[in-house]
Structure formats: C-alpha cells, structure tokens
C-alpha cells in the first residue's frame, strides 16, 4: 500500500500516534501535513513514553525518514527540543527528519497574540501559536523556514510584522504594551543555522518516493471534527485535519493516495470548548476520563468523554473518504453493564442523522442512543477479532456499519503490542 493516509476522525487525541507507530514497522517514509506542536501523539514501548508533537511518530522506528511538510506550521525551539529528547532517549534523528522551506514558522508574537485572543474568544485553544500562525500565512504576512535561513530577510520581515503587531496588541489587549516583539531574532537565526541540514525540498522528495512506489503513510494530526471548515466552527482549529489537508499540505496528487486510515475511538473526547451532543454524564465520564487517562498531552487539561456519535462518524467518514477505520481504546469500555452509541440526534422535536456543525443546531441537538449489552470480560489478552468477547464484537460490527466503513485494526492497550488486524 504505497500511499496511506491516516487522519483523526473525531475531536483528535484517537489515538492516531498508536497506530501510525503500529504501521510503520513497514512503512519507508512518515509525512506530517498540517497542524504543528499544538499536537500531542503518545507511543509507549519497551516501557518508555514518548511524546510527540511536531515530529512524525515514524521517527521511533529507525528504517523511516520523517517529512515535516509545508502545510505544517514549523516551531523551531520546539523541533529542536523534541529532537534533543529523542536524542537522550536513544533514537537517532540525524539525516532522517526533513522540513519544509515553505512551512511557515511560529514565533514568540504568534504565541502572545494566541494568549491575547484567547482571553476574548474562549476556543479553548492549546496557546502554541497556531492561529496566529495560520493568519499571517493567509494575510500574505508570514514567514517561513526559508527566511530563517537568510539573516538579513528574517530579520527585515520580523521587524516589520513586530511593528504592526505591537501596535494592534496595545490597541486591543493591553494599552500599556511596551515588549520587544523582536528580541527572538539573534537566538532564531542561530537556531536556523542549526535547522539548515534539515531543510529540503519535500515537494520533489515525497513525489519521487510516491512514484518510486515506496511505502507512505501520511500523518494527520488533530481531528476532522476540528477542521477549519468541516468542524464545530469557530471552535476549531486553524487548518485542514481532513484528507484534503494532505494533498495542500504536502503537494501530493489526491488520486495518489490509496488507502484513508480513519481513527476512531470506541467513544469520544473533546479539549477545549464547543459543542459535544454525546457528552457523557458526570459520573459515568469521570470514570471514562480516569480510566482512559484523558488528559491533553500537550496541555495536560482533562478532555470531556464521551458516548461514541455515530453521526459524526459516518460524517468524517464521508468528507475524508475513509476507506479503513483503525478502533482504538476498546479496553477502556470493559466492565460496563451498558455501552451506547449515538445514532441520531434529536432537534427541536425532529430526529436528524445528518451532522451540522452549526453552532446554533448543534448545541440543541439531543443524541437518541442505541443501548447494547457490554462485556464483562476484559479484551486485555486479545490477539484477534475472535479473541474478543462477543459483545465487544458486536458493538464493533454496529458501529461500523453505522459510520460505513470496515474496522482493520483494533487496538486494546496503550502499549506497542496492545494492536491487531481484523
Ligand atoms: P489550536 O489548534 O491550539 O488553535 O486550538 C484550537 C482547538 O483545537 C482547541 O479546542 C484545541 O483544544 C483543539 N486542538 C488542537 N490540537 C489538538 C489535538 O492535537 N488534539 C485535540 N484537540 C486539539
């Protein structure tokens, strides 16, 4: 399977780094194309916990080269603190990590400015810059890796933009703003003197090695439910979760991709704000939230749990085109006496069973659940789709005929080994 996307299907955090890890024991090359640090994707193996934010997960198997693409938005102090990381805990990154000169960079301002926004906005955004980021790029005012590299352009670009953002951060957020939004500038450019081996044309690269018919897997990064577009607008993120993203954000031909890797989590999580129709109760959530350690990665806030939402599902199946769903976090459902999936939803006395991310629909939109039998049973020492009990089965079989796409991989445990094919 040269090409293999795999992209979040719900709020993020499903999982994806579990299984992008899981699959790149065959892969050659593992390409980020959106998103930046504001990710966080957890592996665990030999006992060890990695986690990443701005470095594909492949990086942990030591046959593959990473691609940080130009859809990406590029945070060079965090890059190189998660290269120093990987480095200390044995895994060698030198002349396997290759960045874009066209990803834009997140600086200090893009930061303070999210900060800024935050406080009025309340998204509930993970403050690393990515908004902000994303604005500069689409106002034309951005600057990228490649101007990193040439001193006299960073510095002359920087100063300009330093300048109209201090003037609007007095004007709209604190009238007694004096700080020099230039005093990164001599600690960046050492730092791009450093990132200079990295820097490659990934364009060329990846085209080549997708027409060489090497093996690909493409990593997504947040969820599709938070897509600029497709999501709970305006509590989203600032790019493309969703399979287009890849194609922009790597410049790659769409008919090349052959296989989308839908994540799932067998029920759902949200960070930040917004609407969330499946949230559980208070109780039953907690425990959920404890049990499945739903805790940002990046952030460290606890995530909302909830009942798996079969509309959002097939929804994300549909403007992703999913063609494979990988189900993580089955375990953390065992022991329950009931597990319900959301099957429609229940607006202003109608049932609908078409997602709008709508605000105003949405945050009235009752879930009308589908009850089954649980499992008492635990799926700890499971190998196979028969190893299961047969409920879990079960639950696996409806939910995916539910959202419409087959279930390939299961995954029952945050370890490496915890992962099997269906
Ligand atoms: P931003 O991406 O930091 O601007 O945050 C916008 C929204 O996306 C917030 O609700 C964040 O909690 C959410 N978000 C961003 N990255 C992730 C992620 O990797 N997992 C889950 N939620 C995320």
Redesign the pocket.
Known sequence: MPVNLIV?AQ???EGKAKIIDYLSKNIDFVARCQ??A????TVVFDNQKFILHLIPSGILYSHTICLIGNGVVFDVKKFFEETENLNSKGIDTKGRILVSPNAHLVLPYHKLQ?EFEEEKSK?????????PTYTDKVSRKGIRVRDLLDAEIFRQKVRANAQTKAKIFKALYRNDFDEDLTSFVDEFLALGEKLKPYVADTIYFLNEKINENKNILIEG???AL?DVDF?TYP?????NPTSGGAVTGLGIPPWKIQKVTGIFKAYL??????PFPSEMETEIGEKIRQKGNEF????G?P?RCGWFDAVAGKFSVMINGITDVALTKLDILDGLDKVKICVAYEFEGRKITNFDSELKILEKCKPIYEELDGWKESTESAKSFSDLPKNAQKFIERLSELVGAKVSIISISPDRKGTFEV
């Open positions: 979040g709020w993020g955090d998103g930046g504001n990710a966080g994707h999210d998204i509930g955004t993970t403050k690393r810059g990515i908004g990064a947040q969820g938070l999501g509590f989203v993120t600032s790019s999580t949200r960070v930040g704000n917004g940002g990665s990046t952030t806030r995530r």
